[in-house]
């Protein structure tokens, strides 16, 4: 008995020992944790509670020349309430007035609003939807109502501030300013939007917030812990009302032709500013859209606007001049075992040089310059080098096409290459390329580099300026510029482009029809071309150079650069024209008009009579008889416009100074 008490005493004390070692380990447990590792846990609960997130910076406007937005950050506020942390008191009291304020903001019933808030209570509902999608004016008044403007705690009013991108221009120019990616929101890679975004993100800010229920989040503070930076605004050269010109009429010929896509690049030549692109493709259901950047990525084979860097590269090294007759014969020749077609059946047999580019002669130009350069085709090579045709342009934004010229040792070298190149094919250069180019001619042989932006700004503060860069001062000899630039005169007048021709504004450029995918095994069944025309206005003293490419047009309606391409550049340039005309001077400004002289001295004539007796002014302008008839002492009264066809007081009545008469216009 006595063992067996002593074992359960055992027992008990080993219990009781445990337990005060368990209580022992508890205690110092705890005080490592309230002292040593106190600060750890102490981060640790508060991570998991609070978290800082993220406040995008309102990104950078960006305008067009004139100081119209072409895209702006808008900031969207969504209000909700958290139905938890407001007092019974301060509940009860402001239920009705917020309610009513909400109703007067926003259109629904004041008991719309009450039965939201009861329900939201009732439900210790801490994320309730009051309102979204504000702008800053109407978050403002919100923010200011009844109980919302206790604060977060006080009055559970929970701010989320997102902000939208939009384009106060819609798509036109859409694919030019750039937008942000599908697949990843707030990043920018195309466009205006992409080149200059160093400049327009800014930089992000950070707000505290603390995890309530559900999972959800609500500001900790009124205030972010870290304000955002606005980013700088960039002042682009595009031209709105110009920029509205090209897109129209692009989309005008586009449909008319059924084409695939189309391109067009306006740019003032003096100082390289791009006032217009316009980038159209074509959908499923026939409609077009800004789909791809085709004026600055898209690369082809330029056809007959190339004729001109060919014919202008062997006047320069004087191969040739103007007036150096070539054989066209009867519009096929063979070059290497290849035959070569003119578009005008039966050829143009023997031209000048000139000529051979007035009517795009194909032969004509391929026959100049395997004549001259096929001994010694790297000195063609190099003087197209020298005008920077091999290269990019370097405009700010991404993905511009890579131009392809070949050499003596390429894969694509070989004897024809010489022969097509003269007209375009076996090379390729996008039409921004293509453009700057006839750009330099414009410019008296001045090459200046496209441009799409004039300036960065901060708080209306310029802080940074991008002024015109000349990438080659003189591509040429003046009179090989004067040339090239009578002749493309010429191809307006009285060559390819001759439909073209106003005499109300005047134009020089070049046509081009290039066949494209002619090396598919359907092209004889299915033909395709690209219509293009490259130029500028006005020809004598040019103020834009443009450029229109038009890809796969409807063969059936017409596939002919000058009947394609080139009424989109006639159209730009008359309405340019239209809203900026040019001064005019006139000639014998003092010269007398026959007709005007007889009818003032007939007036004149009656004017200085002293009449007695009313006369007959009917038949005379208005503006004549109301004067003669004031001269006489009577008010005049008139009706209409025009001429005069009935008087109230009747020819041959006695003048009595100071009476009215009324007289009838029409």
């Known amino acids: 008995m006595a063992v067996e008490e002593k074992n359960i005493l055992n027992r008990l004390y080993f219990v009781a020992g445990c337990m005060f070692i368990f209580a022992i380990a508890i205690t110092v447990k705890l005080v490592n944790i309230q ?214 009429a692009l989309l005008k010929q586009l449909e008319y032709y059924e084409a695939e896509h189309g391109t067009v690049i306006v740019m003032e030549v003096a100082t390289g500013e791009i006032k217009a692109v316009s980038n159209l493709g074509r959908t499923s259901d026939g409609t077009y859209y800004e789909k791809l950047n085709y004026a600055i990525g898209e690369s082809h084979e330029p056809g007959s606007t190339f004729k001109v860097m060919a014919l202008m590269a062997a006047l320069e090294d004087k191969v040739i001049d103007t007036s150096t007759v070539v054989d066209t014969g009867k519009g096929v020749k063979v070059f290497y075992k290849r035959k070569i077609y003119d578009s005008h059946r039966g050829g143009f047999g023997k031209i000048s040089a000139a000529k051979a580019l007035e009517v795009s002669s194909n032969i004509g130009l391929a026959t100049l310059i395997d004549e001259n350069y096929s001994k010694n085709p790297n000195k063609l090579i190099d003087r197209l080098k020298s005008w920077h045709l091999t290269e990019q342009t370097g405009v700010a934004i991404k993905g511009e096409g890579v131009p392809f010229i070949p050499e003596p040792g390429h894969s694509k070298w070989s004897k024809n290459a010489l022969p097509s190149m003269a007209y375009g094919y076996n090379l390729r250069l996008t039409p921004l390329q293509t453009l700057n180019f006839y750009n330099a001619i414009a410019n008296d042989g001045v090459m200046v580099k496209p441009r799409f932006i004039k300036e960065v700004r901060a708080m209306n503060k310029k802080v940074d300026v991008y002024d015109t860069e000349v990438t080659n001062p003189r591509i040429c000899s003046d009179k090989t510029i004067k040339e090239i630039q009578e002749i493309l005169k010429n191809v307006v007048q009285r060559g390819t482009g001759k439909s073209l021709y106003s005499p109300d504004f005047s134009m020089a450029g070049k046509t081009g029809t290039a066949q494209t995918e002619y090396w598919m095994a359907d092209w004889a069944s299915n033909r395709r071309y690209v219509s293009s025309f490259a130029g500028y206005f006005p020809a004598d003293n040019p103020k834009y150079s443009c450029i229109v490419v038009i890809h796969k047009p409807s063969i059936k309606k017409g596939y002919y650069g000058a009947d394609v391409s080139g009424p989109v550049f006639k159209r730009i340039a008359q309405k340019i024209f239209t809203d900026a005309p040019l001064l005019i001077e006139v000639a014998n400004v003092d010269a007398e008009d026959p007709s005007m002289k007889k009818d003032f001295d007939g007036y004149y004539a009656k004017a200085q009579t002293r009449f007695q007796k009313m006369p007959n002014v009917a038949g005379m302008a208005g503006m004549d008889a109301v004067s003669l008839l004031e001269n006489l002492g009577l008010k005049v009264k008139i009706v209409g416009n025009g001429s005069v066809t009935s008087q109230s007081i009747p020819s041959g009545e006695p003048i009595k100074k100071g009476s009215q008469i009324v007289l009838q216009l029409s």
């Open 35 to 248: 002292f040593v590792d106190g600060d750890k846990y102490r981060e640790l609960a508060l991570k998991n509670t609070t978290k800082n997130f993220v406040i995008p910076a309102n990104r950078g406007n960006v305008y067009a020349d004139d100081g119209s937005l072409l895209a702006t950050s808008v900031p969207k506020y969504d209000i909700r309430f958290d139905a938890v942390t407001v007092s019974s008191e301060n509940f009860k009291e402001n239920l009705v007035p917020l309610s009513n304020a909400l109703s007067k903001a926003f259109g629904k019933p004041s008991s719309y609003y009450q039965n939201s808030f009861r329900k939201a209570r009732a439900n210790k509902d801490r994320y309730m939807s009051v309102v979204k999608n504000l702008g800053y004016s109407d978050y403002i008044k919100v923010k200011n109502m009844p109980l919302f403007k206790l604060g977060p705690y006080k009055g559970g009013i929970i701010v989320e501030q997102r902000t939208v991108r939009e384009h106060p221009m819609g798509k036109i120019a859409e694919r030019t300013v750039g937008n942000q990616r599908k697949d990843k929101p707030g990043y920018y890679s195309v466009g205006l939007e992409g080149a200059f975004d160093e400049f327009l993100r800014g930089k992000e800010g950070r707000r505290l917030k603390q995890k309530i229920a559900k999972g959800q989040w609500k500001p900790v503070y009124d205030d972010n812990e870290i304000e955002p930076l606005d980013g700088y605004d960039i002042v682009s050269t595009i031209n709105v009302n110009i920029q509205d010109i090209a897109h129209h």
